[in-house]
């Protein structure tokens, strides 16, 4: 089993910046991929950004060039810097590790973008 955490959600004015992170725990393997996925009201979850060792990471459109997603192998963490927050990214944050068999999601951090 794995378990994953999240933190950093939380109220921004548009324009605004959040960073959120997630930490997994318990029996990871050498190999998988972690990530971000939010849905928002009414909307099915989507792909925000992913991360694994092999392959640049990769954005959702309509987040590229204002998300950054990083990784520290060592502590089996990710992080996710969102900068120009729009309304339009308010959602429940949910992070995401997925490894050979099985798929493992944090409990969901909120992100709201108003003023």
């Known amino acids: 089993q794995v378990q994953l955490v999240e933190s950093g959600g939380g109220l921004v004015q548009p324009g605004g910046s959040l960073r959120l992170s997630c930490a997994a725990s318990?029996?990871?393997?050498?190999?998988?991929?972690m990530g971000w996925y939010r849905q928002a009201p009414g909307k099915q979850r989507e792909l925000v950004a992913i991360?694994?060792?092999?392959?640049?990471?990769a954005y959702a459109n309509s987040v590229k060039g204002r998300f950054t997603i990083s990784r520290t192998y060592a502590k089996n963490t990710v992080d996710l810097q969102m900068n120009s927050l729009k309304p339009e990214d308010t959602a429940v944050y949910y992070c995401h590790l997925g490894q050979v068999g099985s798929d493992y999601w944090g409990q969901g951090t909120q992100v709201t973008v108003s003023s």
């Open positions: 318990g029996s990871i393997s050498t190999f998988n991929t």
């Open positions: 991360i694994t060792s092999s392959y640049s990471p």
